[in-house]
C-alpha cells in the first residue's frame, strides 16, 4: 500500500494553486427552440400498444428529425391541409393491461410541437394499427370524425375547433371515413359491398345516412380499407389487384370505373401492407405497394416492389424493387418524392425518375420507433 509521507503531501499541497488552477466554473444555459427549423415535413405516427406514442417530424429532404408530439398509445394521426395543426386520438391507460382507459383527441401546434388543446373523447374509439381512415376531418375543416369500434360500428363527431364531441353516429356494419368532398360528412365502407353516405347537419349535431348501390363483392374480392382521391374521384384497390374509381359527390356513392392492375403480369402479384397507396397529384401517377405469391390472407404483407401507375393512361409505368414497405406517401411536387415506412422501425426516402416511368431510387434513410404505419406529409 502507498503511504502518502508529510513531504509528499507538502509537496502536493503546494502544487495545487498552480497545478489545478482553472477559470471559473460557467454552467451551460439550456435552452428551448421556440419552433421547428422552416421547410416542408414529413409526418410519422410512431403507434405503440404498451406506452406512449408520437407524432414524429422530419425533414423532408434531409430526414433530420425536427422533433415529437407525445401522445397516447394505440392512437391515429391527423394533420391540417396547411400542416400547422395537427391531432391524435389515442388512449390514456392507467395500468397499461388492465383497468381504466380515458381517450383523448389532442390538437397539437405544429411550428412549436405544443399541445394547444385536449378533449376527452366517448370511450368508443378503435384501438388499432395505424391507419388514416380512422380519423378524419371533414371538406370545410370544421369537423374531426374519429372511428369508433365497441364492437359495434360508430363516428364520433367533434368540433376542430375545441375537440367538444357533438354526437356519435351509428354505422353499423360498416368501417372507414371518407370525408365527402362538397358537403360535411362523409362515406363509409359497408360489408355488403356497398357504400353508407353520412350528411351532417351544418351545427354538427344532426345526421343522415343514404346506401349506395353494391360497389364491389365483398366474398370474391374485398378492398382494402385505404383511399386515395385524384381529380374528384376516390379510389380504392381490392386485395386481388382491381382498382375501383368511385363518385363521392352525391347523394350516395357510385361507381365510375374497375381496372385490373395486374392483367397480363405473371408471378401472382397483388397489393398489400397498409397505407399501401399515394397519388402524386401533378404527375396522376398512383405509387401501390405489391407483393409477389399472394394468397388468401396476404392481404397484410409488406411491398416487394412499388409500382407507378398512371390514372389516365390505364398502364404501370414502372417497377421498382424495395425492401419491407409496410405504408408510403408521395409528394405533390412535379418531381415527386415517394417516404416510405418499415415494421422494423425506417423511414425511406424515394426519388422518382419520370423519365423512367417515375421509377424509385433510394435517396435517405432515418430511424423510427414503434410501429410506425401512418404517414402524411405537407409541402
Not at 415529437?68 to 395500468?95: C, N
Not at 382507459?101 to 405544443?114: H, I, K, S
Not at 401533378?282 to 388468401?296: C, E, R, S
Not at 409500382?307 to 390505364?314: N, R
Request: glycine share 10%.
Amino acid at each position: 500500500m502507498l503511504k502518502l509521507t508529510h513531504v509528499t503531501l507538502g509537496a502536493l499541497l503546494a502544487a495545487t494553486p498552480a497545478a489545478f488552477a482553472e477559470d471559473a466554473f460557467k454552467p451551460e444555459q439550456v435552452t428551448v427552440k421556440e419552433a421547428i427549423d422552416p421547410g416542408p415535413n414529413v409526418f410519422v405516427y410512431q403507434g405503440e400498444w404498451k406506452g406512449a406514442g408520437s407524432i414524429a417530424v422530419f425533414a423532408q429532404d434531409s430526414l433530420k428529425l425536427k422533433g415529437l408530439m407525445p401522445t397516447g398509445s394505440m392512437g391515429q394521426m391527423l394533420l391540417a391541409p396547411d400542416g400547422k395543426t395537427a391531432w391524435a386520438q389515442s388512449s390514456y391507460l392507467k395500468r397499461i393491461v388492465y383497468g381504466p382507459n380515458e381517450q383523448a383527441l389532442q390538437t397539437f401546434d405544429v411550428d412549436t410541437l405544443t399541445i394547444k388543446g385536449e378533449a376527452i373523447l366517448p370511450p368508443k374509439a378503435a384501438m388499432a394499427l395505424g391507419y388514416s381512415v380512422l380519423l378524419r376531418l371533414s371538406s370545410d375543416g370544421k369537423l374531426v370524425f374519429v372511428q369508433n369500434a365497441t364492437p359495434a360500428s360508430s363516428v364520433t363527431v367533434a368540433d376542430a375547433a375545441t375537440g367538444a364531441t357533438l354526437q356519435e353516429v351509428p354505422t353499423p356494419g360498416c368501417w372507414g371515413i371518407y370525408p365527402l368532398p362538397a358537403k360535411s360528412g362523409f362515406a363509409t365502407i359497408c360489408g355488403d359491398g356497398t357504400f353508407s353516405t353520412v350528411t351532417i347537419s351544418d351545427d354538427g349535431k344532426n345526421a343522415s345516412a343514404a346506401a349506395s348501390e353494391p360497389i364491389f363483392d365483398p366474398d370474391a374480392d374485398p378492398i382494402f380499407v385505404e383511399d386515395e382521391t385524384y381529380d374528384g374521384a376516390l379510389y380504392f384497390v381490392s386485395y386481388k389487384g382491381m382498382l375501383y374509381k368511385l363518385d363521392p359527390s352525391g347523394d350516395t356513392v357510385a361507381k365510375l370505373d374497375t381496372t385490373d392492375l395486374t392483367a397480363g403480369v405473371e408471378g401472382g402479384w397483388a397489393p398489400g401492407g397498409y397505407q399501401l397507396m399515394s397519388v402524386a397529384p401533378k404527375a396522376g401517377v398512383l405509387f401501390i405497394q405489391m407483393h409477389p405469391d399472394a394468397k388468401d390472407g396476404s392481404h397484410k404483407s409488406v411491398a416487394k416492389e412499388i409500382w407507378a401507375y398512371d390514372l389516365k393512361a390505364k398502364k404501370v409505368l414502372s417497377r421498382t424493387e424495395v425492401e419491407d414497405v409496410a405504408s408510403l406517401v408521395a409528394s405533390k411536387s412535379d418531381k415527386p418524392v415517394v417516404f416510405g415506412s418499415t415494421e422494423v422501425g425506417k423511414l425511406l426516402r424515394f426519388e422518382t425518375d419520370p423519365a423512367a416511368g417515375y421509377a424509385l431510387k433510394p435517396a435517405g434513410e432515418a430511424a423510427l420507433t414503434g410501429f410506425p404505419l401512418t404517414l402524411d406529409l405537407v409541402e
